[in-house]
Every structure is written in structure tokens, then in C-alpha cells.
């Protein structure tokens, strides 16, 4: 089982800046493949970013490449999810989610390649 916690949601003005963070306490951290994904009041969850379990990939959703940056420090057992020029759409409740294997037989963007979720944290970008 794995326990994960989010932190650095907020509030900010459009084309602001905000790092989240998910910790997830445990030896076996770097087993993860981790990502980040969001969910809008009314719509489904979807996939913002992920990272592969020592850092060597990642993956973005085209709505946000090049304005958010996933990283991890697996000695700090944490992720991060850094992210610039904010827009008003961008306002969601961000999840962190870790894959032991489940990535393997669908993918790092589908929600059922993770096992394990974080209780989100609000992010509200106003115009």
C-alpha cells in the first residue's frame, strides 16, 4: 500500500506560477512510475503529467507542454509538478497517482494504470 499527500495548492492570478508536491513516504518510492492528473467541477480526470520511476521520461498532456514540469527526488521520496504561465483552465483539483504495475497493460496517460491516489489539492488560476 502505498499513502500519498499533496501539497502547494493555492490560489494565483493567470500567468502566475505554483509547485505542487506529493510525498509518499516509503523505501520503495523509485518502484513508482508517478504522475499527475486534474479534474474540473463537472468533468472527467484527466492526465496533466508523468514520470517514469528514476526520472529518465516524462509525459505531458499537450494542453500543458511547456508551461509544466514533472520531477522527482526519490532520496526525498517526493514528486513534483511545477507549473508556469497558469491559465483560468487550469483551475482543478490536482491528484498525484503512483503505478506499480498497472501502467504495464494500459498506460501512464489512462487513470487505471495507477494503483494508488493522493486526496488532491485545489488549484484556482483567476482571470
Known amino acids: 500500500q502505498v499513502q500519498l499527500v499533496e501539497f502547494g495548492g493555492g490560489l494565483v492570478q493567470a500567468g502566475g506560477s505554483l509547485r505542487l508536491s506529493c510525498e509518499a513516504p516509503?523505501?520503495?518510492?523509485?518502484?513508482?512510475?508517478m504522475g499527475w492528473f486534474r479534474q474540473a467541477p463537472g468533468k472527467e480526470r484527466e492526465f496533466v503529467a508523468a514520470?517514469?520511476?528514476?526520472?529518465?521520461?516524462?509525459y505531458y498532456a499537450g494542453s500543458v507542454k511547456g508551461r509544466f514540469t514533472i520531477s522527482r527526488d526519490n532520496a526525498k521520496n517526493t514528486v513534483y509538478l511545477q507549473m508556469n504561465s497558469l491559465k483560468p483552465e487550469d483551475t482543478a483539483v490536482y491528484y498525484c497517482?503512483?503505478?506499480?504495475?498497472?501502467?504495464?497493460?494500459?498506460?501512464?496517460?489512462?487513470?487505471?494504470?495507477?494503483?494508488?491516489w493522493g486526496q488532491g489539492t485545489q488549484v484556482t488560476v483567476s482571470s
Open positions: 497517482a503512483a503505478s506499480d504495475t498497472n501502467y504495464r497493460t494500459t498506460s501512464v496517460y489512462n487513470t487505471r494504470g495507477y494503483e494508488y
Open positions: 516509503g523505501r520503495t518510492f523509485s518502484s513508482y512510475v
Open positions: 514520470i517514469t520511476r528514476f526520472g529518465a521520461s516524462t
